[in-house]
């Protein structure tokens, strides 16, 4: 499991009782944190370290490894610039990296300290993340939070109404291998290629589910593409809604096969517009 870390020691402890009561088999934690520079920070770090008191959690191994962030070998106090920010993710970059390249699953966990670490940390994680890792927000009652904070309280029973949200997140660089080639690149070159990358792949599913339409159904795509509504679409192809409907959904069978889409997710006319509309607009 993978935490940012603040000043607040519980979340973490919060963040990892829930993956182990899911049945999540936990082996290592890495908090990640800025210089542990203030009185809450430096207790936060006293706290968690006697959680994990030789290298092990409620009883079993489970070592946790502390990673602060730096620029220029100097450890960071904030993240108040481009600098820094761009130092920030260069470490979780590498942090994650080093951890797949072990071939672990990972949690990463973005609720404690600074939100731009978080943020940043997600970044990484769409450019590094398979499809098994996870991404994780905590949400924890005020009320507790205000009784837990500073590390009060470290763990807390199901009642309390602590868990784990999972947050969805498409894993870019298992889609794109060739993104994680890029472990020189700053953030936004990555980030460029990224979005390159997408663009061309948006294109090509937009082209397969063209090709497999028949010209009745491809009208109603455009049409739908355009902005228009169901009503407007059977009015400007004059044809009945029924018809619009029928075309509609054989259309959205084929972007269900194209973007892979679960079965229990709906997508409606509306992610036709999404998906489509600068495909047809592009010159």
């Known amino acids: 499991?993978?935490?940012?870390?603040?000043?607040?020691?519980?979340?973490?402890?919060?963040?990892?009782?829930?993956?182990?009561?899911?049945?999540?088999?936990?082996?290592?934690?890495?908090?990640?944190?800025?210089?542990?520079?203030?009185?809450?920070?430096?207790?936060?770090?006293?706290?968690?370290?006697?959680?994990?008191?030789?290298?092990?959690?409620?009883?079993?191994?489970?070592?946790?490894?502390?990673?602060?962030?730096?620029?220029?070998?100097?450890?960071?106090?904030?993240?108040?610039?481009?600098?820094?920010?761009?130092?920030?993710?260069?470490?979780?970059?590498?942090?994650?990296?080093?951890?797949?390249?072990?071939?672990?699953?990972?949690?990463?966990?973005?609720t404690g300290g600074p939100r731009l670490i978080g943020l940043l940390a997600m970044s990484a994680a769409t450019l590094l993340f398979d499809h098994q890792d996870r991404l994780w927000h905590l949400y924890t009652p005020r009320p507790l939070r205000e009784a837990a904070r500073g590390g009060a309280l470290l763990h807390v029973g199901p009642a309390a109404g602590v868990r784990l949200i999972q947050t969805p997140m498409a894993p870019w660089g298992a889609y794109f291998p060739a993104l994680r080639l890029l472990a020189s690149a700053t953030s936004a070159q990555v980030l460029a290629t990224q979005a390159r990358w997408m663009d061309e792949g948006e294109q090509a599913r937009c082209r397969a589910v063209e090709a497999r339409l028949t010209p009745k159904q491809a009208e109603v795509l455009r049409a739908f593409a355009a902005g228009l509504i169901p009503q407007e679409v059977a009015e400007r192809l004059n044809v009945t809604l029924k018809t619009v409907d029928t075309h509609k959904t054989a259309v959205l069978d084929q972007c269900r096969i194209a973007w892979g889409v679960p079965d229990g997710e709906r997508w409606t006319y509306h992610d036709l517009r999404r998906r489509f509309e600068r495909y047809y607009s592009a010159p």
């Open 1 to 110: 499991m993978i935490a940012t870390l603040g000043g607040q020691p519980q979340v973490l402890t919060f963040a990892l009782d829930d993956l182990l009561a899911r049945g999540e088999g936990v082996d290592q934690v890495v908090a990640v944190h800025v210089a542990p520079h203030t009185p809450a920070m430096q207790q936060s770090l006293a706290v968690l370290a006697a959680a994990f008191d030789g290298g092990r959690y409620a009883g079993r191994p489970c070592p946790l490894r502390s990673v602060i962030l730096r620029h220029d070998a100097a450890g960071l106090v904030d993240i108040a610039d481009e600098a820094a920010a761009e130092a920030t993710w260069q470490t979780l970059h590498r942090l994650i990296g080093q951890l797949k390249a072990e071939g672990r699953r990972l949690h990463l966990v973005v």
